[in-house]
Nanobody
Framework: QVQLVESGGGLVQAGGSLRLSCAAS????????LGWYRQAPGKQREAVAA???????NYADSAKGRFTISRDNGKNTVYLQLNSLKPEDTAVYYC?????????WGQGTQVTVSS
């Protein structure tokens, strides 16, 4: 079992930055991939960024050049640096962990970007 707790969301002006954190606990050795998803009101949840155990990263087109995913294995934490934020980035951001068999989700953290 894996538990994920996000933090770092908030209200920011367009063009600003936020750093999201996700602390993992439980059976963390089973995690293959860590990632971030987001869901805006009235829209489907979408993948934003992911990082594998080998350090390979992948980004949605909307995130490329603006967002950076990283991890700190010593702290069992994955981060998402959000730069050059736009109002359309407003959403609840969810941390996701994938093992060989299962997906795990955090509770989400709200990011609101004002114009």
């Amino acid at each position: 079992q894996v538990q994920l707790v996000e933090s770092g969301g908030g209200l920011v002006q367009a063009g600003g930055s936020l750093r999201l954190s996700c602390a993992a606990s439980g059976s963390i050795s089973s995690i293959n991939t860590l990632g971030w998803y987001r869901q805006a009101p009235g829209k489907q949840r979408e993948a934003v960024a992911a990082i594998t155990s080998g350090g390979i990263t992948n980004y949605a087109d909307s995130a490329k050049g603006r967002f950076t995913i990283s991890r700190d294995n010593g702290k069992n934490t994955v981060y998402l640096q959000l730069n050059s934020l736009k109002p359309e980035d407003t959403a609840v951001y969810y941390c996701n962990a994938k093992s060989k068999w299962n997906n795990f989700w955090g509770q989400g953290t709200q990011v609101t970007v004002s114009s």
